[in-house]
């Protein structure tokens, strides 16, 4: 019987052409081994109406929390960029201070000789 090979899954075209999106989610599902998929794939024809629904509810809703998942850890790694980028931020503007206070401090250590020479000739005169 001719189909195709996804992830090694066997997956007759008849089969693909009639449940291609179910066959979509279980060959996506994250919980089952590369055997597991293959079971459902081969009972997929004698499945009724009402396991296919259930069988595609369950695939579906295992997705969407995968999914709230992802999106919730990748918030969280996002806020903890935001959190590192606000500590580097601080963290220069620290060095810039540091520096700038001892340029200050260098320059009143210079100017204040200057002031003293200036005040002797003042009196000086």
């Known amino acids: 019987m001719p189909g195709d090979e996804t992830q090694g899954l066997i997956i007759p075209s008849e089969l693909r052409a009639k449940h291609g ?8 599902s ?14 997929l024809p004698i499945m009724t109406p009402d396991q296919l629904k259930n069988l595609r509810d369950i695939l579906e809703n295992e997705r969407k929390q995968l999914k709230a998942i992802d999106e919730k850890y990748a918030k969280e790694i996002e806020q903890i960029g935001q959190q590192q980028i606000v500590r580097q931020t601080d963290q220069v503007r620290r060095e810039r201070r540091t520096a700038r206070r ?4 260098d320059a009143a250590a210079k100017e204040e000789p ?4 200036l005040l002797k000739q003042i009196e000086a005169s």
């Open 114 to 117: 200057r002031a003293e020479d």
């Open 21 to 28: 999106d179910l066959i979509d989610l279980v060959v996506g």
């Open 102 to 105: 001892e340029k200050e401090h």
């Open 30 to 43: 994250e919980s089952m081994n590369d055997e597991e998929r293959q079971y459902w794939i081969n009972i």
